[in-house]
């Protein structure tokens, strides 16, 4: 290793590096003035290497690491000019400036700013970095107001979460590229952590080699509030968020934190001699899943906090607490849920959306039963505890046909022997996603049989479950039944997901 190699390493770590000092700055009556009681200096003295300069590095090709030590900014350049991401906190500004110079290149060639999202510790070096290089901003129209009018939407009043206001001079769409010479990039709208959350992708090459980098935008909750919401729909964008990434495979990962993705082991590395320090295909797979994992948690946490989740009956009930009028539905979930509890996040089809399963499931005059299944429950065994359930309603003086099981995956499997075992003709009956090969052949040969009403339900992309017609063909004592396949291309994930499609039908089933 060099000797500038082994001093920018000492450097790196220890953090000492000043470059202000070292190189030029913004020119006169460009400066933000910061002071003590800037409402942004709380966050420099909480978190210390948010504000710490570290060199400036080329991570491949024509991109380069101009953040702080805690606080990810980057610059795309090119012969035309160059593209700088994220401003970290206001008095970054000129520290990003500073690290642009050492590399040798101009603020003043800056000529587009991007951002990630709107909150402070991204965005509050924008405003004097698109003074100091007169470059044109691009941002979502989700983040927008917050980004112009210098506020954290949903705590709007709240002074420590400011930042200076900045002109947005063109809203970039989903899937919409920003060209400047030779560099294309490609919004990503990945909504949640901000309601205008962009994660950007551009496409490099580094010798023979092509390479997909992602600019990722967050997908942590932090301190955004799920319940209330943040801002309205903030739920569904987080969820929307993990659907449209989890498949994503990029192959160097950054982020406006980067800790995220541990951008200073990696350069470490790659002063070590490693050219492919900051590639790594798995990495943005295992974090998504991880964040989403929080999310669930931090959802379910949550509710508990706001008292949500009361009202969902188990199944273990006394006879006191039936009431002859009410509608009553059995939900039997997924073996997902068995094997991992709740909240879990499955690494395919993701979050288990459990709860607000069931909070859909319990409309008007209709009481939820529904638990979660010891881990390897006997399907068996299991079935005839869910009878037992529904025989102490009917003996009670439910009616019959007041009285639905609804299962989805093993569930559902359970659900076809409740019904084998009843032969109740007026119990109605939902299977999501249970007709799987190994399943029907095994009823077919052991003469299980279905009564009652029944509707199968299965995302047509589904590898797993497949139709339930021959199951159909061979009960001779079925009431109503019918298959939905639904075109979502959820495959097996539907089941995971609290989508009306599914849910709706079977809350109404068999009126459809």
């Known amino acids: 290793m060099s000797l500038q190699a082994k001093l920018s390493r000492i450097l790196l770590i220890t953090g ?5 000092a070292c190189s030029p700055v913004a020119p006169a009556g460009k400066t933000l003035s910061i002071t003590e009681n800037s409402p942004w200096e709380q966050w420099a003295k909480s978190y210390p290497t948010w504000v710490e300069s570290v060199e400036p590095y080329n991570i491949v090709s024509n991109i380069y690491y101009v953040g702080s030590k805690g606080l990810g900014s980057y610059l795309l350049t090119s012969a035309d000019g160059h593209i700088l991401i994220d401003g970290g906190l206001p008095q970054n500004s000129e520290m990003i400036i500073a690290s642009i110079s050492a590399l040798g290149f101009d603020i003043g060639d800056v000529k587009i700013l991007l951002n990630s999202h709107a909150h402070m510790d991204h965005s509050g070096g924008l405003a004097n970095l698109k003074t100091s290089s007169g470059a044109q901003l691009i941002a979502s129209e989700g983040d927008r107001s917050a980004l ?9 009043d709240q002074k420590q979460y400011a930042a200076p206001p900045v002109k947005v001079d063109r809203i970039v769409a989903d899937k919409e590229q920003v060209t400047l010479g030779s560099t294309i990039i490609t919004a990503q709208h990945t909504p949640g ?36 919401e943040q801002y309205q729909g903030i739920i569904q964008d987080y969820r929307d968020t993990f659907d449209t990434t989890r498949t994503w495979t990029p192959d160097i990962s950054l982020s406006n934190h980067p800790g995220l993705f541990g951008q200073n082991k990696k350069y470490l590395r790659k002063l070590d001699g490693d050219p492919n320090a900051f590639v790594d295909r798995n990495e943005f797979h295992t ?44 939900f039997l979930h997924n073996i997902s849920l068995e094997n991992d509890g709740f909240p879990s996040t499955h690494d395919r089809f993701g979050e288990n ?11 008007g005059n209709t009481v939820v039963v529904s638990e979660l299944r010891p881990t390897g429950a006997d399907v068996e065994e299991y079935a005839q505890h869910v009878l037992d ?24 499997y359970i659900a076809t022997l409740v019904s084998h075992r009843a032969k109740n003709s007026d119990l109605k009956f939902v299977l999501a996603a249970g007709c799987s090969t190994g399943v029907v052949d095994y009823m077919l040969d052991n003469n299980i049989h279905l009564y009652g009403d029944v509707l199968t339900i299965r995302d047509k992309s589904d590898e797993l479950a497949g139709s339930c017609e021959n199951i159909f063909q061979s009960s001779n004592f079925l009431g109503q039944n019918d298959e939905l396949i639904l075109e979502l291309d959820l495959g097996h994930g539907l089941i995971f997901k609290s989508l009306n499609e599914w849910i709706t039908p079977a809350i109404r089933w068999p009126e459809l």
């Open 16 to 20: 000492i590096v000043s470059l202000a």
């Open 148 to 156: 112009e009018g210098g506020f954290y939407l949903g705590f709007e």
């Open 193 to 228: 952590h901000t309601k205008g959350c962009t994660s950007w992708t551009t496409s490099v090459s580094s010798g023979a080699e092509e390479y997909q980098v992602l600019f990722f935008c967050s997908a942590s909750v932090a301190g955004n509030k799920l319940i209330p």
């Open 287 to 330: 974090t998504i899943l991880k964040l989403e994992q929080r999310f669930s948690e931090r959802l379910h946490q949550a509710r508990i906090d706001a008292n949500l989740t009361t009202g969902i009956s188990q199944f273990s009930f006394d006879n006191e607490n039936i009431q002859t009028e009410k509608n009553y539905l059995f």
């Open 353 to 363: 959306q459990y709860w607000d399963i069931l909070n859909k499931l319990q409309t």
């Open 389 to 412: 359930q529904v025989n102490q309603l009917i003996n009670y003086g439910v009616p019959a046909n007041q009285i639905k099981i609804v299962g989805a995956s093993k569930g559902a």
